[in-house]
């Protein structure tokens, strides 16, 4: 089987299945992508250092 005939063959079974494949790649960009990762890890970053002021808050209240 030649690539040719692989590409044939997967894009039956793909439109089999009625899903797209790979269609979406090349569509975003790097400084998307990477304004996307910075927000995600503020979030993340933002959330543990509330939870810490929670515990900090909690243990306070013990005193």
Known sequence: MKIV???????VIVQVNGREFLNYTGKISRKIALEKYQF?????TENISFN???KDIK???KI
Request: charged share 50%; no cysteine.
């Open 5 to 11: 005939d692989w590409i044939e063959w997967l894009d």
């Open 59 to 61: 243990t306070f209240e």
């Open 52 to 54: 810490q002021l929670e």
């Open 40 to 44: 995600k890890e503020k979030r993340i």
